[in-house]
């Protein structure tokens, strides 16, 4: 029904499938090509939010152009239109902004532009001129509801399903920030334990574990409650195996670390002038003493739900 749709993007984030948004753009160009075909041109706004004044904008505005022929190339289309361009449907825009904090002055001069670009009258207006198309005003309200009839009529676009799309993208840009969140700290445990036995590995890791989650958590819990708790098991899965190699060194340390001091002992019973009567009982004491030692050891690295616990038994 609108004739410009605007797609809010963090400089940062353009390029990237989940953060930009990508995949919803693609649901909305195969429903909107599906149901309503080419009767009007829409307008596809890219609204750039804080923009570096040292960023090329001509570069920002190919990568937008480029990753938009890649979505329509790439998604399904009515046979009808499958030589058609994404420029037959939609005209691209991209506005620039200013960070909002940094540079507030420069901000508020973009945001007016922007406005003034949304009167009808304007020289450069967002809207096209096809007053013929327009719907007259007391038409408006059987447009909205003939509208309305034909999407809520099409099974694969009933409301909870696009609510599942954005817990899906929305939940799994969080995940990316979550991990994120943690890479600093986990190199830094990483790089302690190159090698040798670290002390605490188990309670670090854990904490990394928390920290994540407890990002995700606050940013995530608000979607659909099962996109939620999937993409939360999916997150912590990722830190254990982020986890798995150092706790394998770690593992292969203390066993060493067990063997070296169990062979030092075990010598240390054997007698060069004569039998050690008590050797058995004395081996096998050494044995059971430094079996558990490794136990508890091993214990100290698991995380639990990690399924490290099962490995070490």
């Given at each position: 029904?609108?004739?410009?749709?605007?797609?809010?993007?963090?400089?940062?984030?353009?390029?990237?499938?989940?953060?930009?948004?990508?995949?919803?753009?693609?649901?909305?160009?195969?429903?909107?090509?599906?149901?309503?075909?080419?009767?009007?041109?829409?307008?596809?706004?890219?609204?750039?939010?804080?923009?570096?004044?040292?960023?090329?904008?001509?570069?920002?505005?190919?990568?937008?152009?480029?990753?938009?022929?890649?979505?329509?190339?790439?998604?399904?289309?009515?046979?009808?239109?499958?030589?058609?361009?994404?420029?037959?449907?939609?005209?691209?825009?991209?506005?620039?902004?200013?960070?909002?904090?940094?540079?507030?002055?420069?901000?508020?001069?973009?945001?007016?532009?922007?406005?003034?670009?949304?009167?009808?009258?304007?020289?450069?207006?967002?809207?096209?001129?096809?007053?013929?198309?327009?719907?007259?005003?007391?038409?408006?309200?059987?447009?909205?509801?003939?509208?309305?009839?034909?999407?809520?009529?099409?099974?694969?676009?009933?409301?909870?399903?696009?609510?599942?799309?954005?817990?899906?993208?929305?939940?799994?840009?969080?995940?990316?920030?979550?991990?994120?969140?943690?890479?600093?700290?986990?190199?830094?445990?990483?790089?302690?334990?190159?090698?040798?036995?670290?002390?605490?590995?188990?309670?670090?890791?854990?904490?990394?574990?928390?920290?994540?989650?407890?990002?995700?958590?606050?940013?995530?819990?608000?979607?659909?409650?099962?996109?939620?708790?999937?993409?939360?098991?999916?997150?912590?899965?990722?830190?254990?195996?982020?986890?798995?190699?150092?706790?394998?060194?770690?593992?292969?340390?203390?066993?060493?670390?067990?063997?070296?001091?169990?062979?030092q002992k075990l010598k240390g019973l054997i007698r060069r002038d004569?039998?050690?009567?008590?050797?058995?009982?004395?081996?096998?004491?050494?044995?059971?003493?430094?079996?558990?030692?490794?136990?508890?050891?091993?214990?100290?690295?698991?995380?639990?739900?990690?399924?490290?616990?099962?490995?070490?038994?």
């Amino acid at each position: 029904m609108s004739d410009v749709l605007l797609i809010n993007m963090w400089y940062t984030d353009i390029g990237r499938y989940s953060a930009s948004n990508y995949g919803l753009l693609k649901v909305i160009f195969e429903c909107n090509l599906k149901l309503f075909g080419s009767n009007v041109k829409k307008r596809l706004l890219f609204v750039i939010r804080d923009f570096d004044p040292e960023g090329n904008a001509d570069a920002i505005k190919g990568i937008i152009d480029k990753n938009v022929k890649t979505i329509w190339d790439e998604m399904h289309k009515p046979e009808e239109h499958k030589n058609k361009t994404v420029e037959d449907f939609f005209v691209l825009d991209i506005a620039l902004m200013p960070h909002g904090k940094l540079q507030k002055k420069e901000f508020k001069e973009k945001c007016a532009e922007l406005t003034a670009r949304f009167e009808k009258g304007a020289a450069d207006t967002f809207f096209p001129a096809l007053d013929y198309k327009n719907v007259p005003m007391d038409g408006l309200g059987i447009y909205i509801d003939k509208t309305w009839d034909v999407i809520r009529n099409q099974k694969e676009l009933n409301l909870p399903d696009q609510r599942e799309i954005v817990a899906n993208y929305r939940c799994g840009e969080i995940k990316d920030e979550a991990r994120e969140l943690i890479m600093e700290d986990f190199q830094k445990l990483k790089a302690d334990c190159d090698g040798k036995e670290a002390v605490g590995f188990g309670e670090k890791s854990l904490a990394l574990l928390e920290k994540a989650i407890k990002y995700y958590d606050d940013e995530a819990n608000h979607y659909q409650q099962s996109v939620y708790l999937k993409v939360k098991t999916d997150l912590a899965k990722d830190i254990f195996n982020m986890l798995q190699d150092i706790f394998d060194q770690q593992l292969f340390s203390a066993k060493k670390n067990v063997e070296k001091e169990f062979d030092q002992k075990l010598k240390g019973l054997i007698r060069r002038d004569a039998a050690n009567d008590k050797f058995y009982a004395q081996s096998e004491e050494l044995y059971i003493d430094h079996t558990k030692n490794f136990v508890k050891t091993s214990a100290s690295l698991i995380i639990e739900g990690s399924g490290w616990g099962e490995r070490v038994q």
